[in-house]
């Protein structure tokens, strides 16, 4: 029985000769490599359905709400006094650690939906020039299913926890004050206005869920996954349509300290 993934077995096949040839040997010179260096996590398995290149469907009205959402976000950080109040590096190190979750908590809130549809993929020979070329396209991480499913799951889940405006903005509040961001000077003062914001949290549910004790731990095992769902997954996807070859943070930076 032939084992091998026929999703690439059959685009190779379709490859000029000379094209397929060349690749077979750079494969078999991988293979090579590979036998003295093998992978401690087994034989590979083929997860070709969630590794497709994923695009929004609705581009112009999504991208548009995730603006929205963006700015928002940013506003909300920069009108919080007691980050304000940390030296210059401690925010641009917490902004760039939070900026995609208290992003992904704003669209939970804000209740933005989207669906994505699949990208066409490149021909072997346009993969090789471009790759030739350095092209940006390539080197950044582009949008899967594998991603775009993580990050789906995640919204539903805060959607059927019915978060108040006062719990999504404690929440917020415990996501921006994150003592473990490397370097910061001020780390003890942010370990502090972490705690302050989850007591006030746990308060504001307790209140608002006096006959559910268990939904504290529910709220904050939910925002566990804003880890892992990556920020570059969050601007190839909402926002590379918008600003191309930009770099986000960079906009990000100017929006909080300089406008």
Not at 169 to 181: E, S
Not at 216 to 244: K, Y
Not at 247 to 258: C, G, R
Request: glycine share 4%; proline share 7%.
């Amino acid at each position: 029985m032939d084992n091998r993934c026929h999703c690439t077995t059959n685009s190779d096949r379709l490859l000029n000769p000379i094209l397929y040839k060349i690749l077979s040997q750079m494969d078999n010179s991988r293979a090579g490599q590979d036998a003295f260096n093998p992978s401690p996590s087994g034989p590979h398995k083929c997860n070709c359905e969630m590794r497709r290149r994923v695009c929004l469907k609705r581009p112009s009205v999504v991208c548009k709400e995730a603006s929205a959402v963006l700015v928002k976000t940013i506003h909300f950080m920069k009108n919080l006094p007691a980050f304000n109040q940390l030296p210059r590096s401690d925010q641009f190190a917490l902004l760039e650690s939070c900026w995609a979750p208290l992003f992904i908590l704003g669209l939970a809130q804000e209740h933005v939906d989207f669906e994505v549809m699949d990208i066409p993929t490149d021909s072997m020979l346009k993969k090789i020039l471009l790759n030739h070329q350095g092209s940006p396209e390539l080197e950044r991480e582009q949008p899967t299913m594998a991603g775009v499913s993580k990050l789906k799951s995640c919204l539903k889940k805060f959607w059927a926890l019915d978060l108040s405006p006062k719990e999504y903005a404690y929440l917020k509040g415990t996501t921006i004050f994150n003592p473990d961001v490397p370097d910061l000077k001020a780390g003890l003062f942010v370990e502090g206005l972490q705690q302050e914001a989850q007591h006030a949290l746990r308060e504001v549910v307790q209140l608002l869920h006096p006959d559910h004790q268990e939904c504290f731990a529910r709220i904050l095992l939910t925002a566990s996954m804003l880890q892992g769902i990556t920020p570059s997954l969050i601007t190839e996807l909402f926002f590379r349509p918008v600003i191309g070859q930009a770099n986000l943070l960079e906009l990000l930076v100017d929006m909080l300290f300089y406008r």
